[in-house]
C-alpha cells in the first residue's frame, strides 16, 4: 500500500458509501490501523426525491450514507456524519451557477475535493488526533525526497489524479490513497472477500447535487429562469437566431442549437457580457494557447516555462505544451499542436509522465484557429 508504514496509524477515512471508500476502510483495518469513518453530509435529497419520486446513481445521497454507516458498522469501527451543507453550497454550488451565468463550464467535483474533502474534512481528521485522511480514489501519493509526489493511479481507466491537483504539500503528507495501486476489479475482489454491503453497488453517474443529470433545471430552480437569453452568433458576424440562455451551452456543444446552416456548428464561445452564444464549424473550435488563473503546483513552483503535456478535460489524452508560470498564479498554455475542447471553467493539468505537477482553471482561449 502506497504511503503507509508497518507502523499503526488512527486514519480517518471519507466514507461516500461506494465500494471504493468501502474497501479502503476495509483495508486499513485488516492491516491493524486505527479507522475511523467520516461522510460528509453535503446536499439535503429530501425535497428532490419527494418530488420525484425516483433515486438516481450519484455519490453522496441519503442511502449512500446509509450503505457507508452499515460499513462502518460491520468493521466495527468508529463512524460519523459531518454536516457540510453550508460549506458545500456556498463553495462549490454557488460557483457552479456563478461559472455556468458567467459562460463558463464548472468542474464541481474537483473543487469538492479541494474544499471538503482535502480542507475541512481532514482539518476535522486532525481534531480526532488522526495521524492521517484516507479516501479511495485512483492515484498515488509517492515519496519524492523530502516529500510526495501525485501520481496516476494504476488503473488507467478510473485514474482520478486530474480531479486532485489541488493538493498542497502539506496536504500531501496527511493523505493517503490505499487504492491507488490496484485495478477497480482487484477492488470489486477485496469487497467480495471481505464481505462488504457495497461489492456489487454500480458506480456512481453525473454530478451529485444534479441527480438527473437536468443541469438547466437545476441552474434556474437556484436562479431562475427568463433571463441570460440573446443572440447565436456566427465567428463570421452574422447573426442566425436566438437563444433562451447562453448558460444551456457549453463550447463544442452541436446539438440544440436549432439553426440552418449549410455545414454542421458547434458552440465555439459564450460571451456572457453580451449575452451571445458564438458559433463555428469545427475548425473553429481548435485552440492553439489558453491562460489558466489559480495555478497550483503540486511539485516546487516552475520560475521558467517548462515543457508538460496537458490535459484539460477528465477524458482527454494529455498532449505536449509549454507551461509558461507566471507569479500572480496564472500560466498560459501553448499546444505543439492545436486542440478541440478548450472550455473556460474546466480544469487543465500538468503530466510528466505519469506525475502531476500542477494544474489552474482555464479562464479564456486564445485566438482560434480560422483555417
Known sequence: MNKMTNDKKRVVVAMSGGVDSSVAAALLKEQGHEVIGMTMQIWDYSAFTAEHGETFGTCCSLDDVYDARRVAESLDIPFYVVNFEKDFQHQVIDRFCDDYFAGRTPNPCVLCNQ?????LLLRRARELEA?????????QLLREGEGFALRKGLDAAKDQSYFLFTL??????????????????EVRIHAVRLGLRTAEKPESQDICFVPDGDYVR??????????????????????????QGTYRYTV?????????????LYVVGIDATKRQVVVGEAQHLLVREFTCLEVNWTVPPPSQP????????????????????????????????????????????FYEGDKVL???????AGARIQE
Open 131 to 139: 495521524d492521517c485522511l484516507a479516501t479511495g480514489h485512483y492515484a
Open 168 to 185: 498542497t504539500p502539506e496536504q500531501m503528507e496527511r493523505v493517503v490513497f490505499p487504492l491507488g495501486g490496484m485495478t477497480k476489479e
Open 218 to 243: 437545476f441552474l434556474e430552480e437556484e436562479r431562475g429562469s427568463g433571463h441570460m437569453d440573446g443572440e447565436i452568433v456566427h465567428v463570421g458576424g452574422k447573426v442566425l437566431g436566438r437563444h
Open 252 to 264: 463544442g456543444q452541436r446539438r440544440g442549437l436549432g439553426i440552418a446552416w449549410p455545414d454542421p
Open 306 to 349: 517548462l515543457r508538460a503535456r496537458c490535459r484539460i478535460r477528465y477524458r482527454h489524452t494529455e498532449v505536449p505544451a509549454l507551461i509558461t508560470p507566471f507569479p500572480d498564479g496564472r500560466a498560459t498554455v501553448s499546444f505543439d499542436e492545436p486542440q478541440k475542447g478548450v472550455t473556460p471553467g474546466q480544469a487543465a493539468v
Open 115 to 119: 474544499v471538503l474533502k482535502f480542507d
Open 358 to 364: 500542477g494544474g489552474g482553471w482555464i479562464e479564456k
